[in-house]
Structure formats: structure tokens, C-alpha cells
């Protein structure tokens, strides 16, 4: 696994521990399973934390949408908690922040 999780407010936040622009580094599908895996029943939200991640990469993008359409198929939301500017600054050139929710804090989801 190469995430760790906690809970606030009822809402799992699942933080990545990657510095190479990626985020899962694997299957998107398995990730998501693993997730699935310790989610409470009732969940309809998932708060991704890229606090940590200086940057993406092309890959990290791409799974990051993956991983927006694997949630969403199963009718659970997807938040992301971004403080990077230059994180910010790429969703918007690549036209994708309108695809999530992002906030600056854990206290915003």
C-alpha cells in the first residue's frame, strides 16, 4: 500500500507518500479495491490529500482522474485538499479543476 488514512468527520482522507509525481504507482482498480477495503459502509465522500506532493506529473494526473471515475462509479464523491499552487495551476491548464472539489484544509471537506 502506498497510502495512509484517517478519518475527520466522518470522511476518510487518504494521503499519498510519493515524491516522484505519481500517485499511486500501480493499478488503479487494486488501489481502489484497497481503499474500498477500509471504507465504511456508508461513505459517500473521499477527501485525497496532495498536501504532501510538491508536484504531479502526466502519470499522476492521469491517475488522479482514474481514480475521480473509479469512486464515482460507486457513487462516492471525490474531494481533494491541495494547498500547491503550482499544483492549482495545473489542474487549470489541463482543464480538470471543474472534475473536483478542492480545499485547502482538512476543516473545508
Known sequence: ????Y????????????RDDGSLVGYDINLFGEEVLSVLREDTVKIAFDLRDNLYLNSFGLGELINIRH???ERGISC?????????????EMVGIEDLFETVASEDQI
Open 79 to 91: 474531494v481533494l485538499i491541495v494547498e500547491s499552487k503550482k499544483i492549482h495551476k495545473l489542474l
Open 6 to 17: 484517517k478519518y475527520v468527520d466522518n470522511v476518510p482522507v487518504i494521503s499519498f507518500r
Open 70 to 72: 473509479f469512486f464515482m
Open 1 to 4: 500500500m502506498q497510502f495512509v
